[in-house]
């Protein structure tokens, strides 16, 4: 076989691999999985056991309640996934971990340029810390709370990448034009009906004054932004400030158009 362009490939090791594709079957993932536009490989960390009972995790060094994960049951996971032939190299290692790095729309959208990562699942209490150095596994959190497992965390790792690549929802999810790419909440969106029990659709989005809508947009982002996630509008201001103590700029056109319409 000569070189087929590689698609985006994730591959993830698991404990439950029957928990994949799962709800990234459905819906515009799901069709362009099927469509071949990206692709899915859940390996079982099981079939890495060397033991008679397949054993994969042990008490932890030291004591204390639950069980780890070992180091060496995951290191040949580990090995097995990254030797596949048919797969791109040099994929970025992954480890769903509370520890990590709380995952950002700016990595998705380098994860999502990447080849596809591999995605390390863990289970119990976590994995043998030795194998997150051996194999310089990138620790990456879904938020600060506790998971009983990294699987629904790699879905949703997953579903935030495959939603960028090309194809899958055509212009509606590129690039600069997607949510917090400027560092703001999204505006209030509307619909039919124009007045629902008693409430009417903001008049100036019916006005068809684009100049006027993508105003009321931003100035409803701003609001939105500074009230829940005073974090993300202090950092805005920082990026937006051009010299240390300058007023504040905000051009017109920096607002923030919509892009959301995922099924
Ligand atoms: N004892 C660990 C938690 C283990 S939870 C601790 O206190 O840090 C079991 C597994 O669930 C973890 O190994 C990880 O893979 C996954 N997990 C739990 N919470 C997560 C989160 N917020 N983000 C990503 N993965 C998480």
Redesign the pocket.
């Known amino acids: 076989m000569t070189s087929t362009p590689k698609i985006w490939h994730a591959t993830v090791l698991t404990l439950f691999p029957e928990m994949f594709p799962g709800p990234l079957g459905v819906s515009l993932a799901g069709k362009a999985l099927a469509l071949g536009l990206w692709a899915l490989e859940a390996r079982d960390i099981r079939d890495s056991a060397t033991d008679r009972h397949r054993s994969v995790d042990d008490t932890p060094a030291g004591g204390g309640p639950g069980m780890v994960l070992r180091a060496d049951v995951l290191a040949a996971a580990i090995d097995a996934a990254d030797v596949s032939s048919d797969r791109p190299k040099d994929r970025p290692r992954l ?6 790095r709380p995952l950002t729309q700016s990595r998705v959208v380098e994860l999502a340029a990447g080849p596809g990562p591999i995605i390390v ?7 043998d810390q030795r194998v997150i150095e051996a194999r310089g596994l990138e620790e ?11 699987e629904i ?1 790699a879905l949703a790792l997953i579903d935030a990448c495959v939603r960028l690549l090309p194809g899958v929802m055509g212009k509606l999810a590129s690039g600069a034009d997607e949510s917090f790419s400027d560092g703001l909440l999204e505006y209030p969106q509307y619909t039919r009906p124009q007045d629902f029990e008693g409430r009417p659709i903001p008049e100036i989005l019916l006005s068809g004054d684009h100049a006027r809508v993508a105003a009321w947009r931003l100035a409803e982002a701003e609001a939105l932004t500074k009230a829940r996630r005073p974090d993300l509008w202090a950092a805005r201001q920082a990026q937006t400030r051009p010299a240390q103590t300058g007023p504040v700029q905000t051009r017109p056109g920096q607002k923030r158009p919509k892009n959301t319409t995922d099924g």
């Open positions: 480890l769903m971990s509370p520890r990590g699942c863990g289970r119990f209490e976590g994995i990456v959190s879904l938020g600060d709370y506790v998971l009983s497992g990294g965390a």
